[in-house]
C-alpha cells in the first residue's frame, strides 16, 4: 500500500478550489467568449464563490473555533489557510466587478443591452419606474427601524438587503439612526423596462436602483443619509446526528429551515457605504475585516444569470446545437432490443439524454417488465424520469428509488421525489447512515421467453435532463450478465442486510474501488519497473486523496508516463524532479462542465478503461456508495479514448497546465487552436 506522500508535496484543498475558480473567472476575461456568455460565467464564478464560502469557508471557520492549531496533510492549520483565502478571494472578487463594470457591461451597451444607472435615467424612465416602485415594490416592503424594541433582523442567507442612515424623527419620537429594508424575494433582481421607455433594444434597471431611488418614501419626515446594499453569507451545512437519528428524512425536513440562518461567515456591501455602517454591520454578523467585500456594483450577481434568456441575440451567445444519438437508437422504438444487440455508450452533452429517459419509460410501459431499480442524486426539481417511475409503480411494477437525501442544495427536492414516490407505491430507500449513494445505476428486470434478463445504465452523471445539457458525462446501455448481476448485488447491499461480496466487474465504494485503483496504478509502476511501457490517464473532477496521490508519485519515479486531466481541484504536484516529472496535470474549462470520470491503464496493451461515478478523494473512496465500471465491448472502448481522453490531451484553447507550485497557465496555442469540447460538438452532434 502507498504511504501517504510528506505536507511538501500535496496542495491544500481549499486553495485549490480558488484556483479552480480563478480559471473560471479567465472565460469571462477572454475576448473570445461571446458576450453575453463572458456574463453568464461572471454569474457562474459569483455562484461557485458562494458555495465555497457556505461550506468550505465555513468548516475553516468551524476548525478555527474548535482545534486552530491542527494542521492537515497539507501541513497548513486552519488560520493558515484561512488568512490566504481572505487574501486571494478579496482580489478575485475585484477582478470580478472590474471586469463587469469597464468590460463587460460597456461591450453590452454598445450592442443594445444596457443595465441604467439612477443618474442616466429618461423623465420617461423615471415615471414608470416611480410607478414600479409604487405599485409593485413598496406593497411588499418591510422596513425596520433599529431601536430596542426592533432588534436587527435575522437576515436570510444570500439575500439583498439594504442598511439605511436616517437623521429626524419618526411620528413617535424614536431617531435611531438606522433601519434595514429586505429586498422581497418574489420580485426579481433585474426588471426589463417595456418598449415604450426603452431607449435600446433591451433596457434593464436593477431592483437595487429603484430601491435607492424611493427609499425616502419608507420613511416619511426623516432625512436618508444613506443607503447601502448588503448580503450576508452563512454556514450552510447541515447538521444531521447519524448515531441518533431515527427518521432522516423527518430530521432533515427539521433542519433544512435553519440553513438560511446559519453563522455569518462573509459579509458583501457595496463600494459607498460608509466607515460607521461596515462596522456597524460586520458587529451584528460578529465578523471581521477579512470577512468584508466591498463591491462596485449589485452585490447579488448570481441573479444576472437569467439575462441572456431574456435577450434574443444568439449572436452574442454560444452556437446552438442538436443533440445527437449513437448509431444504435436511431429511428429506435424498442430500447431493450437495441440493448440487447450490444452495449451502447452516450456521450452527453453532444448526445441526447432522452435514450436514458426512454428506457425507463419504456420500462414504465412494457407489461413484460417486472421491476424497475434506481439511484437517484440529483435529478432537479421538475423530472420526466421520476414522474415514469412513479407511474410504473402505480402500475403494479417493483419499483425500488434510493433516493440520497443529504445531496447539498437538493435535499428539498428529494425529499419531495420521495414522498411522491412512496405515495405510488415504490420502495423507496435513503442509503445506508454514514455513507451518501452517489452511484449511478438503473436496473430493469424483464421476463423475456420465460426466464429473467437484466438490463441497466450505468453513468458518471447525475439523472438530471437539464445538467446533462451543460455537463460532460458518460453513460452505458448493458445486458452484460455479470455486470448486471454486479449491479443487481450493489443494489440489494444498500436496500437489505450482509456483508459485501466480490464482483465480478464492479469496482465499488466503499469496498473495492480504492484497493483497485490503488492495485490498478501499482500494476503499471511494476511494469515500468521491469522496462515494459507503462501509461495511465485519468479524467476526473477533483484529485485529493493522499495514498492514491502517493502511489501515483511511486508510478512516476519509476517511468509511468502519467497524464491527469482534473477539472477542479488537484492535491498533487506535478513536474517536481526526482518525484513527479513524468506526471501532467491539466484542466480543461469551457462551454461544458467537465464532469466525467475515466481512467485508462496501458496494462501492457490491453488498455483497460473504466468510467466511474467517482472522483479520487477521501470522501468518495471511504464515505460513498460509488461505483466504476469497465467499458468491455473494443469499438466502445475505443470511442472513450477518442472521446474522453485524446481531445482533452490536445486542446490548446481551454487547457490550463498545473505547475508545481499550484498556479496554473493557460496552455501555449498552436496555429489556429484546438478545442476538445468543438471538436466533440463536430463530431458528435450538429448545429442547430
Avoid at 237 to 261: C, M, S
Avoid at 363 to 369: E, I, K, L, S
Avoid at 460 to 489: E, K, M, S, W
Avoid at 618 to 633: A, K, M, Q, S
Wanted: glycine share 6%.
Amino acid at each position: 500500500m502507498s504511504l501517504i506522500p510528506s505536507s511538501e508535496f500535496l496542495i491544500n484543498r481549499e486553495l485549490g478550489i480558488l484556483e479552480f475558480n480563478r480559471r473560471v473567472l479567465a472565460q469571462a476575461e477572454d475576448a473570445a467568449t461571446p458576450l453575453l456568455e463572458r456574463l453568464r460565467f461572471l454569474c457562474i464564478f459569483s455562484s461557485n464563490m458562494d458555495e465555497f464560502f457556505e461550506i468550505r469557508v465555513a468548516g475553516l471557520k468551524e476548525q478555527m473555533r474548535l482545534n486552530p492549531q491542527h494542521a492537515s496533510v497539507d501541513g497548513l492549520n486552519a488560520r493558515q489557510v484561512f488568512k490566504e483565502v481572505a487574501k486571494a478571494a478579496h482580489a478575485m472578487v475585484t477582478r470580478q466587478y472590474e471586469l463587469l463594470n469597464n468590460e463587460v457591461l460597456p461591450a453590452l451597451a454598445e450592442q443594445g443591452i444596457r443595465f441604467h444607472k439612477r443618474t442616466e435615467w429618461t423623465p420617461e424612465q423615471e415615471e414608470w419606474i416611480r410607478e414600479y416602485f409604487y405599485n409593485d415594490l413598496m406593497p411588499v416592503l418591510t422596513p425596520i427601524g433599529l431601536d430596542p424594541s426592533h432588534p436587527f433582523p435575522n437576515v436570510l442567507n444570500k439575500s439583498l438587503n439594504f442598511a439605511v442612515e436616517l437623521a429626524g424623527k419618526d411620528a413617535f419620537g424614536r431617531s435611531s439612526g438606522k433601519a434595514v429594508v429586505q429586498a422581497p424575494r418574489s420580485l426579481p433582481r433585474v426588471i426589463q423596462l417595456p418598449a415604450g421607455v426603452a431607449t435600446c433594444e433591451y433596457s434593464f434597471v436593477f431592483l437595487s436602483s429603484i430601491l435607492h431611488a424611493h427609499v425616502g418614501a419608507l420613511f416619511a419626515g426623516m432625512e436618508v443619509h444613506g443607503c447601502y446594499q448588503f448580503r450576508a453569507t452563512r454556514n450552510s451545512d447541515l447538521f444531521i446526528d447519524e448515531e441518533e437519528n431515527k427518521n432522516l428524512r423527518e430530521q432533515l425536513q427539521g433542519e433544512l429551515p435553519h440553513r438560511h440562518f446559519g453563522n455569518a461567515v462573509r459579509l458583501e456591501v457595496a463600494d459607498n457605504c460608509s466607515e460607521s455602517m461596515k462596522e456597524f454591520l460586520l458587529n451584528q454578523f460578529h465578523l471581521t475585516r477579512d470577512d468584508l467585500y466591498q463591491v462596485r456594483g449589485p452585490v447579488n450577481l448570481v441573479r444576472l444569470m437569467n439575462v441572456p434568456e431574456k435577450t434574443d441575440r444568439q449572436d452574442l451567445k454560444f452556437q446552438p446545437f442538436v443533440q445527437g444519438l449513437p448509431a444504435a437508437l436511431a429511428d429506435c422504438d424498442d430500447m431493450f432490443a437495441a440493448i440487447s444487440a450490444g452495449d451502447i455508450l452516450l456521450h452527453h452533452p453532444f448526445q441526447s439524454f432522452q435514450p436514458v429517459i426512454d428506457f425507463v419509460r419504456q420500462a414504465a410501459d412494457d407489461p413484460a417488465v417486472l421491476a424497475i431499480k434506481q439511484t437517484v442524486y440529483r435529478t432537479g426539481t421538475d423530472s420526466e424520469l421520476m414522474r415514469h417511475l412513479i407511474a410504473a409503480a402505480q402500475r403494479g411494477k417493483e419499483v425500488t428509488v434510493v433516493v440520497e437525501l443529504l445531496a447539498r442544495f437538493d435535499e428539498e427536492a428529494n425529499i419531495n421525489w420521495a414522498e411522491k414516490l412512496e405515495a405510488a407505491g415504490a420502495h423507496v430507500i435513503y442509503g445506508v447512515v454514514g455513507h451518501k449513494t452517489h452511484a449511478k445505476m438503473a436496473m430493469v428486470v424483464r421476463r423475456e421467453n420465460g426466464k429473467i434478463k437484466r438490463y441497466c445504465h450505468l453513468g458518471t452523471g447525475n439523472y438530471h435532463a437539464r445538467t446533462a445539457r451543460l455537463y460532460t458525462d458518460f453513460g452505458l446501455l448493458t445486458c452484460h450478465p455479470a455486470i448486471c448481476q454486479d449491479v443487481n448485488d450493489v443494489f440489494m447491499q444498500i436496500t437489505g442486510l450482509g456483508s459485501a461480496g466480490e464482483h465480478d466487474y464492479l469496482w465499488q465504494s466503499p469496498f473495492s474501488l480504492h484497493p483497485n485503483v490503488i492495485r490498478a496504478i501499482e500494476n503499471e509502476t511494476e511494469r515500468a519497473r521491469n522496462g515494459e511501457p507503462a501509461r495511465i490517464v485519468a479524467k476526473m473532477n477533483a484529485l485529493l486523496e493522499p495514498r492514491v496521490i502517493g502511489a501515483l508519485y511511486e508510478a512516476s519515479q519509476a517511468g509511468v508516463q502519467i497524464d491527469l486531466v482534473v477539472r477542479a481541484v488537484c492535491a498533487l504536484r506535478p513536474g517536481i524532479p526526482g518525484i513527479s516529472e513524468n506526471i501532467r496535470v491539466r484542466s480543461v474549462i469551457g462551454r461544458f462542465l467537465e464532469h466525467h470520470r475515466v481512467f485508462y491503464f496501458w496494462n501492457g496493451g490491453e488498455e483497460d478503461v473504466y468510467l466511474s461515478s467517482a472522483d479520487w478523494m477521501d470522501r468518495n473512496f471511504f464515505r460513498r456508495i460509488e461505483t466504476c465500471f469497465p467499458v468491455l465491448d473494443d469499438k466502445l472502448k475505443k470511442r472513450v479514448i477518442a472521446e474522453g481522453i485524446t481531445p482533452y490531451l490536445k486542446d490548446t484553447l481551454q487547457a490550463w497546465e498545473m505547475q508545481p507550485d499550484g498556479s496554473y497557465r493557460k496552455r501555449q496555442r498552436r496555429g489556429r487552436g484546438y478545442s476538445a469540447q468543438e471538436h466533440l460538438l463536430k463530431l458528435l452532434a450538429s448545429k442547430g
